[in-house]
């Protein structure tokens, strides 16, 4: 057990549909971030929230956005949802303190299925 | 930019056999470099990670990892394979460019099969 709990475990919904994923990072972590595993594109770093500030942007979508909120549990939105849009999300989350490349272990969360019908 | 290959996709091995999974990588600064495992229906496990103190980095589970300068390269190995050990395993850097924020840039992954 990482200590990074996700929900949902599953979601299945229809295109053009928006969604929600909730992560909660381990305690005293403040850097939480998205990754999206796909038998395409493998695994592919979407956002990454610091203490409840967005601090870097990957292959995130306009169609997604993220938050992390005071009690710096995470939330990853995706509207407008195509079927192209299914695929595994993770999150992590770290210690991570400053800019740069880093030492600090991510931990992952068991993730969220999405599928998109 | 930063990147990293794993080659081969799928490796077999016997059980007791020698494991060898190849990691290059590319990058502009001095990487931080990962090896993460994936059980199936599971989240990334960090096996261990190379941090420049020392090239030859010991993980759980018997693993352990060299770090090759001159060869780009960041192999994992273990002596003798488990059953348990099934399961797909990620090479990662840590991002180095401008804007980020340590995220994991990671290769395609490689499935171990391991035969009894």
């Known amino acids: 057990d990482s200590g990074v709990t996700q929900t949902p475990k599953h979601l299945i919904t229809a295109t053009g549909q928006r969604v929600t994923l909730r992560c909660s990072p381990r305690?005293?972590?403040?850097?939480v971030y998205w990754y999206q595993q796909s038998l395409d594109q493998g695994l592919q770093f979407l956002i990454h929230?610091?203490?409840?500030?967005?601090?870097a942007k990957g292959n995130i979508l306009e169609r997604f956005s993220a938050q992390q909120f005071p009690d710096l549990h995470s939330e990853l939105n995706l509207s407008s949802l195509e079927l192209g849009d299914s695929a595994l999300y993770f999150c992590?989350?770290?210690?991570?303190?400053?800019?740069?490349?880093?030492?600090?272990?991510?931990?992952f969360g068991p993730g969220t299925r999405l599928t998109v019908l | 930019a930063q990147s990293v290959t794993q080659l081969g996709s799928h490796v077999s091995v016997s059980e007791g056999a020698l494991v060898l999974l190849r990691c290059n990588y590319s990058?502009?600064?001095?990487?931080?470099l990962f090896w993460y495992v994936q059980y199936p229906n599971q989240g990334l496990q960090l096996l261990l990670k190379?941090?420049?103190?020392?090239?030859l980095v010991k993980g759980i589970n018997g693993f352990e990892a060299e770090f090759k300068k001159s060869e780009t390269s960041f192999h994992l190995t273990k002596p003798s394979a488990h059953m348990s050990d099934a399961a797909e395993y990620f090479c990662?850097?840590?991002?180095?460019?401008?804007?980020?924020?340590?995220?994991?840039?990671f290769g395609k992954g490689t499935k171990l099969s391991v035969k009894p």
């Open positions: 990058s502009s600064v001095p990487p931080y």
């Open positions: 990662a850097v840590s991002a180095g460019y401008e804007g980020s924020q340590g995220n994991l840039i």
């Open positions: 929230y610091y203490n409840g500030e967005e601090r």
């Open positions: 190379y941090t420049s103190a020392a090239t």
């Open positions: 992590a989350s770290s210690a991570r303190t400053s800019g740069g490349p880093s030492t600090d272990t991510q931990y």
């Open positions: 305690s005293g972590d403040l850097s």
